[in-house]
């Protein structure tokens, strides 16, 4: 079983860049990949990014494709996202998830599915700012 904690959110002006991180914790850890998701009010939930975690393959929705750059530390096991070049839009609370056997990561890149496990972290709240 594995706690996720994500941190880094924060109000920023259009254009503007934030990191965000999400932070696994756990007697013992293993996934095959990790993904960002996010949620705006009234809004369903979004996939945003989703990286492998042996190889460090990456997946990108396309509304954050070449601003968006997902990574992970093996020894904090953490991953990141650096968001650059923000706008109004990217307004959502940002959560972060493991997929522990593959599935879901094959999802993510053929489809851009936002699904995923129901283990999820408390999430971080990005606010941009016009």
């Known amino acids: 079983q594995v706690q996720l904690v994500e941190s880094g959110g924060g109000l920023v002006q259009a254009g503007g860049s934030l990191r965000l991180s999400c932070a696994a914790s756990g007697r013992t850890f293993s996934c095959y990949a990790m993904g960002w998701f996010r949620q705006a009010p009234g809004k369903e939930r979004e996939f945003v990014a989703g990286?492998?975690?042996?190889?460090?393959?990456?997946t990108y929705a396309d509304s954050v494709k070449g601003r968006f750059t997902i990574s992970r530390d093996n020894a904090k096991k953490t991953v990141y996202l650096q968001m650059y070049n923000l706008k109004p839009e990217d307004t959502a609370v940002y959560y972060c998830?493991?997929?522990?056997?593959?599935?879901?990561?094959?999802?993510?890149?053929?489809?851009?599915?936002?699904?995923?496990?129901?283990?999820w972290g408390q999430g971080t709240r990005v606010t941009v700012s016009s």
């Open positions: 998830a493991v997929d522990r056997s593959g599935y879901l990561f094959r999802l993510w890149v053929s489809s851009g599915s936002a699904l995923s496990s129901n283990n």
């Open positions: 990286i492998r975690w042996a190889d460090g393959n990456t």
